[in-house]
């Protein structure tokens, strides 16, 4: 007799969360999925990034390998959050008014067509005109965005994950080796485990932000001169408005500073459009500090032969994108598989 063939997923952050709801689809009868991890939705440890995440989306123009990627994954996100949103309102997931304010904008918000290629797509795209810009603002545009609360909408991909007959396990790896033998027939390891530690291209992006209970309408990006920047994005669900925030590479503090939030708060006060009930003040919940997933050059998705019969497929290395490209990874990651024959195409019931 033969012992079912399971596939492991290791990481149940919102890239291992979403690739674990596309292999579902593709999964032939004769396998399973096992999702590992040290730490699940409702877990708080630094070094776990999603429950943190703002989180939304905001395109981001390039030329490079990896801005192309990721302006790709992040359309495709955007589309299907549009259905989860409309189809699945404990997710988490909600269309506000998004609005970017550019003190300093790098070359590529100047280039017309780069910027088309990243914000075309968007629902009610505009440029601001500059009678509509805040003083010091040079670039300013407009358009439907979506913001998510995260802790939330990774707990509704795991329970959707479990109820399609997933099994999951709380195990902390010493070793992607040991991934094989949490099952007994294991063909296939995906690596969605964030940031690692033995790939010399990732690092950590720390990220410090303020969440406060104070409802804003919009979510709102104000990038300073001094390289500095400052957001808004009301979290759904009664999730409160998360206020940020820092981007410091290779900060390892996980402390939040008390100089940093007070400087947080005191720019979405001048700012933002909190209402005016509230007197200026912010009430607030808790400082929130993150390590965001970062690789140089973008994500790893790719996949390597252990042995035979024995495969790795990787897809970590985010950074501060993982949930506006999440969908777009979890497809490629997906079709990687199928591709390598790790998956077989079903045919349709
Ligand atoms: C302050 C802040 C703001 C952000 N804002 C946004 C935003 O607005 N929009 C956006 O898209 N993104 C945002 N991000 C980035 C986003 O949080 C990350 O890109 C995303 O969470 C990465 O997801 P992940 O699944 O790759 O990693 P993680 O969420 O870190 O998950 C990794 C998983 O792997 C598991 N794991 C790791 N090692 C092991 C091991 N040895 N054994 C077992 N399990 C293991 C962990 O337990 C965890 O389950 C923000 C991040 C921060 C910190
Ligand atoms: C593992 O699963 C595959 C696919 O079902 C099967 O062909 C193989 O015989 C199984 N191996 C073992 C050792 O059970
Ligand atoms: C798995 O992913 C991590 C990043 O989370 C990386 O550091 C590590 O090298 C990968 N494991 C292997 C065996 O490649």
């Avoid at 008014?97 to 790098?106: D, I, T």
């Avoid at 999951?168 to 690596?191: C, M």
């Avoid at 919940?285 to 790795?312: F, N, T, W």
């Amino acid at each position: 007799m033969t012992d079912p063939e399971t596939i492991v997923i290791i990481g149940a952050g919102v890239i291992g969360l979403s690739t674990a709801l596309c292999i579902q689809q593709s999964l032939s009868p004769v396998q399973s999925v096992l999702l590992v991890a040290r730490d699940f939705p409702s877990d708080t440890s630094v070094n776990y990034a999603s429950p943190w995440a703002g989180a939304h989306y905001r395109p981001v123009p390039g030329s490079s390998p990896q801005a192309l990627r990721e302006a790709g994954q992040a359309q495709r996100t955007y589309e299907f959050m549009k259905r989860v949103a409309a189809d699945e309102p404990g997710a988490g997931v909600k269309f506000i008014q998004g609005v970017e304010h550019l003190e300093a904008p790098p070359n590529e918000y100047l280039d017309a067509q780069s910027v088309l290629n990243v914000y075309e797509h968007l629902d009610g795209f505009r440029h601001l005109t500059s009678d509509e810009m805040p003083e010091g603002v040079k670039w300013g545009a407009q358009y439907i965005s979506y913001v998510v609360n995260s802790p939330v909408y990774c707990a509704h991909m795991l329970r959707k994950f479990v109820l399609k007959g997933g099994d999951t396990r709380q195990y902390n790896l010493a070793n992607i080796k040991e991934a094989f033998s949490l099952a007994s027939n294991v063909s296939a390891v995906v690596n969605c485990s964030g940031v690692g530690f033995e790939d010399p291209k990732s690092f950590i992006i720390r990220g410090q932000t303020c969440l406060v209970r104070n409802p804003v309408s919009a979510t709102i990006t104000r990038q300073n001169e001094d390289g500095s920047w400052s957001f808004c994005i009301p979290r759904p669900l009664d999730g409160g408005t998360i206020i940020g925030g820092t981007k410091e590479p290779h900060n390892w503090d996980p402390n939040p500073s008390m100089e940093t939030r007070a400087r947080l708060l005191a720019n979405a006060k001048k700012w933002f459009p909190f209402k005016p009930e509230s007197g200026g003040q912010f009430d607030v919940v808790r400082d929130i500090v993150g390590r965001r997933p970062a690789r140089e050059g973008g994500m790893r998705i790719e996949v390597e032969e252990l042995e035979e019969g024995k495969q790795i497929v990787h897809a970590y290395g985010a950074g501060g994108r993982g949930f506006e490209l999440s969908r777009g990874v979890a497809e490629d990651t997906a079709a990687l598989m199928l591709e390598k024959g790790i998956l077989r195409e079903k045919a349709a019931l």
